[in-house]
């Protein structure tokens, strides 16, 4: 894929430079069609992730939506507990009432009885007690167990009262307390209302930042499966021009003389990691601590811009001739041209912390490779056995983790 990712176009330069000139314009065509596809492929991409980090947004606000439905209906749910505890203690207490009543009615009954009795029917009245007495001690015993009597009856019908009234009292203490349950549930459930309302919304949102996000996804393979043809393309104009350079009798060489030296590609010296077994793979290349610095070519050759997201990031590629092939990775910024000549030492780009980077820093190899695609299928040389001395290499630089 990385080979597919490369620009082809320094077979422009290459077979301009021996008079290829069929192969030129094929190649320049398919290039100035690569780079039309690959700018609408990044605008949609970038399209793409506009509407995914809106997903995001709208998800992370469902979310929040969600969890304040499920505790508002947790709410309501306690407060109908509630509310339905008020209405069997309402009941109860009516029930009491109810009981109070009828025992009152008793009483008052019995009494009016009673009193029928002794005043209209001919029983014992009071002035007949009092009139049988046989003395006045008698007299006034028998007007006190009277009054006894009246008092009771009159203290207990009104214990009977008191307790009623209690009761009613307390019921009507509930029936407040019920009222002001059922405000708060109210306000809860128009709270419920307003949310699911949302709720719905937002569903109605998200799918909608989906069916959108999937479109552009299709778009981005179209855009990848034409730039799959014209990357084929490429390789097999690639391949003829490279056919044809080998037998070019006036010609013995790739274009370009390679004298084999090579110079540091940027000011900082300091090696923070070799070609090793790293993290349970190859390192391919050395990385270098220069955090934003210029990065020179470092050797004469044409260069190819690429980018690999999860990769080596914004990177270079610089075909040397002789075989010679080096690779920038991890760049801010490219400072040339598809095809473009570069000299030895001059500044191609900026490094960064683009790509695969856990930190700014610039990744440089070196391998022999007469093709793109041969480039990434052919063992890494170690840049330390070609770069001049003088560099300094950092604490487990060189250590296996």
Partial sequence: MKGRILSLT???SLVMTIGLTSFASTIDDLNKEKNALNSQMQ????????????????????????YELINIQNEISELQSKINELNESIE?????????????EEKQELLKKRLVTLYKKGGISYLD??????????MLSSYD???????ADTEL????????EELENAKKELEVQKAEVDSVKSQKEAKNTELSEKQAQKKLKIATLTQEEKEKQDEIDKYNKAMDDVNKKLEEAFRKAHEQIKNNKNNGSDGLKFDGSFIW???NKTVTSTVKKRWGRLHKGIDIGASYESVYASATGYAYNAYDRNGY???IMVFHGSGYVTLYGHLSKSHVSDGQLVKQGQVIATSGNSGGSTGAHLHFEIRQATSISQFFSKSPLNPLDYLPGGYKLASGAATES
């Fill in 129 to 138: 007690v009092l009139l049988g007495a046989s003395d006045y001690i008698e």
């Fill in 43 to 66: 605008q949609t991409a970038q399209e793409k992730n506009q509407i995914k980090n809106q997903k995001a947004n709208e998800q992370s606000e469902l979310d929040t939506i969600n």
């Fill in 145 to 151: 167990a009277l009054s006894r009597i009246a008092d």
């Fill in 92 to 104: 109860k207490k009516q029930k009491e009432i109810d009981a109070k009543q009828k025992d009152l």
């Fill in 313 to 315: 990031g914004v990177y």
């Fill in 10 to 12: 320094i077979v422009t």
């Fill in 157 to 164: 019908i009104n214990k009977v009262s008191s307790e009623k």
């Fill in 265 to 267: 590609p940027c000011n």
